[in-house]
Nanobody, 115 residues
Framework: QVQIVESGGGLVQPGGSLRLSCATS????????MGWYRQAPGKLRELVAS???????NYIDSVKGRFTISRDNGKRTVYLQMNSLKPEDTAVYYC?????????WGQGTQVTVSS
């Protein structure tokens, strides 16, 4: 079982940037496809970005060119660099597996984009 702790959220103005971190423990981190998800109020959780063990990445259309997912296998950590943030990016952001394996969800980290 992999344990997950997300951090780095906050309140930012439109056009601003944030960097989210996802620290993990347990399992074989370097082998997993990892992803960042988000859930806005009243909406379903959606997969925003994913990264394979070979560092291939994938993004939903609404964040392409603005968000960058990366991983540091030595630190067992996944990052999400978010630039040019928009109010519609406001959500709780979660990290979890994005391939065959998922684990218990962490607390998530709140991102609020507002002027």
């Amino acid at each position: 079982q992999v344990q997950i702790v997300e951090s780095g959220g906050g309140l930012v103005q439109p056009g601003g940037s944030l960097r989210l971190s996802c620290a993990t423990s347990g399992g074989f981190f370097s082998t997993y496809v990892m992803g960042w998800y988000r859930q806005a109020p009243g909406k379903l959780r959606e997969l925003v970005a994913s990264i394979t063990s070979g560092r291939a990445t994938n993004y939903i259309d609404s964040v392409k060119g603005r968000f960058t997912i990366s991983r540091d296998n030595g630190k067992r950590t996944v990052y999400l660099q978010m630039n040019s943030l928009k109010p519609e990016d406001t959500a709780v952001y979660y990290c979890n597996g994005a391939g065959p394996q998922t684990w218990n969800w962490g607390q998530g980290t709140q991102v609020t984009v507002s002027s």
